[in-house]
């Protein structure tokens, strides 16, 4: 399943953790970086999910080759990190990125079961992404989510948070230091927020030029928290991919206001892919497609509603899901007042 580039990143340390040969990174050469930039070029022609984007970047990246670009650089990470920064000078695509290791990485990019086990108790030791769950005052509820861990394994613990925080007369989700992950898992949570089955996401894929949608489910373990109690999602810059599809869905369905900063603005979910026994490039071959702006978020993020430094926005937040609260009682006592 394709991931963003935060969760594929993760899962390549991950692997590269586990059984691979320590070797330290070859000093590059001219044929060595020709060959990496060359192999690079072939994985965007083949893989990227913008054919024509990739034709531009690729006469951009042989251009900058032949007028010497990547001539003296000798150390691979460095190396990696200009790739990259061409990449996003060329393609204004921030889920491109060239990665260097001093391990050799895995042809066969499967992990074993001892591995897979091995993920799972990672991922259980980081609460599959829920950092902190907890009522603030005046019945305020507030999850601080740190990524979209896969679904079959998140599920539970997604389910147990909503579940403590079901009660709450107003929530607040921190997508802050979310970097994404499985789309699976952001429709999941979504799915708590609304009554009737909603249309979220689509994903068209480059292979097979097919499109997957992403509607919330008819059913969730435990209670709904429903669609009728104020939401607001904290972002910022480091709000990226599957936590800024969850900000931007629920903005565009007006079922959440969203307070912070403008987020990372990555979009287009790919996979890993090796280009050589050092070398990885992680490559979207996806795009999303909100089905109500026909259009994503892609290298400008999502907007939020209340700008505030990032640092500032549970306070800002909270304040603005009591003063909401406080108008919505007042309302009803004036509603119930004799004669009105």
Not at 245 to 263: C, D, H, I, M, P
Not at 264 to 286: S, T
């Amino acid at each position: 399943m394709p991931l963003s580039r935060p969760a594929a990143a993760a899962l390549l340390a991950f692997a590269m953790s586990c059984g691979t040969v320590q070797a330290e990174a070859p000093v590059l050469d001219a044929a060595l970086r020709g060959q990496l930039v060359d192999t690079l070029r072939q994985h965007l022609t083949d893989y990227y999910v913008f054919p024509e984007v990739a034709v531009r970047i690729n006469a951009a990246l042989r251009a900058r080759q032949r007028d010497g670009g990547y001539d003296g650089i000798t150390d691979a990470k460095v190396f990696a990190n200009v790739l990259t920064a061409d990449l996003h000078t060329f393609g204004q695509d921030k889920h491109l990125r060239v990665t260097a290791s001093d391990t050799l990485l895995p042809h066969n990019t499967a992990t074993s079961p001892e591995q897979q086990d091995e993920m799972r108790r990672q991922m259980a030791a980081r609460g599959y992404g829920v950092a902190r769950v907890e009522t603030l005052a005046g019945n305020v509820g507030y999850l601080d989510l740190q990524g979209f861990f896969r679904l079959k394994d998140a599920a539970p613990a997604i389910a147990e948070a909503m579940t403590r925080l079901v009660d709450s007369d107003a929530l607040i989700f921190d997508m802050r230091s979310n970097g994404g992950g499985d789309p699976a898992g952001v429709a999941f949570l979504s799915s708590y927020l609304f009554d009737q089955r909603t249309h979220l996401n689509d994903l068209y894929w480059r292979e097979g030029k097919r499109t997957e949608q992403f509607w919330t489910d008819t059913g969730v373990p435990g209670k709904r928290y429903g669609q009728h109690k104020p939401v607001y999602v904290l972002t910022g810059p480091r709000t990226f991919s599957g936590a800024e599809e969850f900000s931007y869905n629920l903005q565009q369905l007006k079922r959440a206001t969203l307070v912070g900063e403008t987020t990372g603005g990555g979009a287009n979910p790919g996979r890993m892919r090796e280009l050589g026994p050092h070398f990885a490039v992680f490559i979207p071959n996806g795009r999303a497609i909100n089905p109500i702006s026909k259009s994503n978020w892609e290298g400008i993020g999502v907007t939020p509603d209340i700008g505030v430094p990032a640092s500032e926005a549970l306070e800002k937040a909270h304040q603005l899901a009591l003063e909401r609260l406080a108008a919505a009682r007042a309302s009803l006592r004036q509603g119930a007042k004799p004669g009105n």
